[in-house]
């Protein structure tokens, strides 16, 4: 565990913001990652999982732990079930071909989120109708101040629409160590009621999709619509999709019947970000090395330089465009640090 000054982040976070760290460590163990809660009584603490959820806006004066324990775990199994342990420091999509590669379902249509699993429980990902919750048992964290582990269910998580108990009365308190899903072994339960899926198996003859083909189809369906990070500067969706009462949605309809949705309950209706953004003509635009990305407006972009107040300020701009012509509040699903 070593120790280092004036860290230049940018290598860290998917955006690619050169912000500078005042101290910075990769953490591989719980062993060192209790050590170094005990010896640090002074300096603010960050925790850096993937940097996939995230803008940096200013240099940290903190001690940036990165979090880097590896490690996956069949903890229980049976026939129809296994239960598996991972580590905070595997990458997401990792684990996912880990799963597929075992036959284990459930997690197929999460494939090719960027990040680490440490950070999944903290936004309560989510793709293609399927969301983290739906497979995670417990997570552990250890307690940043007292240093005492504990065990999150499900239910303590308070999951909602990328929100949790972590983004919540929990901000800041916990480093998740470990994530713990139940997967099934066999009679899959396979999501493919999204058309882009649906469509993707189709265009292949697929009519009895194995979680490998659904795996598949999604990766090729985001690789299609979202900018490889470690090309073009991003963190996926920048807003969250706004949910709207059913009469507010009648009214935008008058005016533009083709806009999407998707029924929420009787009273609320939940409307594509990248739609509202790309009728007000955002797509595709940059302000300097700042941007909107060309296939996907939900998506801002880093070109080359971009500081992250640039991309801030362009996300302003978006959310009041879109306030004053839909009268919607865009949420950003993305970290603001």
């Known amino acids: 565990m070593r120790i280092e000054y004036n860290k230049s982040l940018k290598k860290y976070n998917t955006f ?3 912000a500078i760290a005042s101290e910075f460590t990769s953490i591989k163990s719980e062993l060192d990652l209790n050590n170094l809660l005990a010896k640090n009584n002074t300096k603010p603490i960050f925790v850096l999982s993937g940097g996939s959820n995230m803008l940096l806006t200013k240099n940290l004066d903190y001690l940036v732990i990165h979090i880097a324990i590896k490690g996956i775990e069949i903890i229980e199994e049976s026939s129809d079930f296994v239960v598996v342990s991972v580590n905070a420091g ?16 459930g997690l197929e249509n999460l494939s090719l989120i960027p990040g680490y699993v440490g950070s999944a429980p903290i936004q309560n990902i989510g793709a293609y109708g399927v ?4 497979t995670m048992t417990h997570c552990e964290a250890i307690h940043i101040t007292t240093r005492e582990k504990h065990v999150f269910l499900n239910k303590d998580c308070k999951f909602g629409y990328r929100n949790s108990i972590f983004k919540e009365e929990a901000k800041g308190k916990y480093i998740i160590t470990k994530v713990i899903f139940r997967l099934t072994k ?3 339960i396979l999501n ?6 649906e469509n993707a198996l189709l265009n292949k003859k697929i009519t009895q999709p194995t979680i490998k083909d659904i795996s598949e189809a999604v990766i090729k369906i985001r690789q299609s619509k979202l900018p490889d990070p470690a090309l073009i500067g991003n963190s996926g969706s920048f807003f969250k999709n706004p949910v ?8 935008i309809q008058e005016k533009y019947p083709n806009i999407p949705s998707y029924k929420i309950d009787q009273e609320h209706i939940k409307v594509p970000a990248g739609w509202l953004i790309e009728q007000s003509g955002f797509k595709g635009k940059r302000w300097g090395d700042a941007g909107i990305h060309e296939k996907q407006a939900l998506v801002l972009v880093n070109y080359n330089n971009a500081s992250g107040k640039e991309i801030l300020n362009l996300s302003k701009k978006i959310q009041t465009e879109i306030k004053e012509k839909f009268n919607i509040i865009l949420e950003t699903e993305v970290n603001i640090i």
Request: charged fraction near 30%; include cysteine.
């Open 131 to 134: 969301e983290l919750k739906d």
């Open 16 to 18: 690619g913001i050169d």
């Open 90 to 105: 595997e990458k997401w999509h990792d684990f996912v071909k880990y799963c597929i590669k075992n036959n284990f379902g």
């Open 186 to 188: 066999k009679n899959h």
């Open 244 to 251: 709207i009462t059913t009469h507010h949605f009648l009214k």
């Open 192 to 197: 493919t009621n999204y058309g882009a899926i």
